[in-house]
C-alpha cells in the first residue's frame, strides 16, 4: 500500500519493480503533472491485469465517461459513505468492475449516443425560435 502524489510518480512506481505492482489502485481525476484520466490510460493499457478505481470530486458526465474509456472499471465520489467503497473494492476484486447505478445509466447513454437528456420544444417555442432565427 502506497500513496502517490500524481499520475508520473505513481507509473515511476509501479514501473520500479514488479513487487509495486497493485492489484487495485484508487485514482483521483485530477492532479498536478499526469491527471488521472491519462495515468489510467497509460496504466490498463501497460498493465491490464490492474484494476483502476477511479475516487473524485469531479461528478461530470464528460468526465466520467473520459475516465471510464481510459479503461476505469468504476467511478466513486470522494463523499462516498466507507461502506459503499469497502462494498465496491469487493465487488472490484470478485467481479472485475464496479458501477453503481448513475454510472451504469450515464454508460448506456453514451453507448446510445445520447450525452444529456433530449429538450423537447413546444410549437410555440419553436415557432418563437424561427422568428428569432430570422
Do not use: R, W
Not at 512506481?13 to 498536478?32: A, G, H
Not at 470522494?78 to 469487493?90: F, G, Q, R, W, Y
Amino acid at each position: 500500500l502506497y500513496t502517490c502524489k500524481n499520475g508520473q510518480e505513481l507509473l515511476e512506481m509501479i514501473s520500479e519493480s514488479s513487487e509495486n505492482i497493485p492489484n487495485v489502485i484508487l485514482m483521483d481525476v485530477n492532479m498536478p503533472i499526469m491527471n488521472g484520466i491519462e495515468a489510467t490510460a497509460l496504466i490498463t493499457q501497460k498493465y491490464p491485469t490492474v484494476h483502476v478505481m477511479a475516487l473524485s470530486v469531479e461528478d461530470d458526465d464528460n468526465t466520467i465517461i473520459k475516465m471510464l474509456k481510459a479503461g476505469a472499471i468504476g467511478y466513486l465520489l470522494k463523499d462516498t459513505e466507507k461502506s459503499v467503497l469497502e462494498n465496491a473494492l469487493i465487488e472490484i476484486v470478485e467481479n472485475g468492475f464496479y458501477h453503481t447505478k448513475n454510472v451504469t445509466n450515464l454508460m448506456i447513454k453514451s453507448m446510445n449516443g445520447v450525452a444529456e437528456e433530449e429538450i423537447t420544444l413546444k410549437e410555440p417555442e419553436i415557432t418563437f425560435l424561427k422568428f428569432a432565427c430570422t
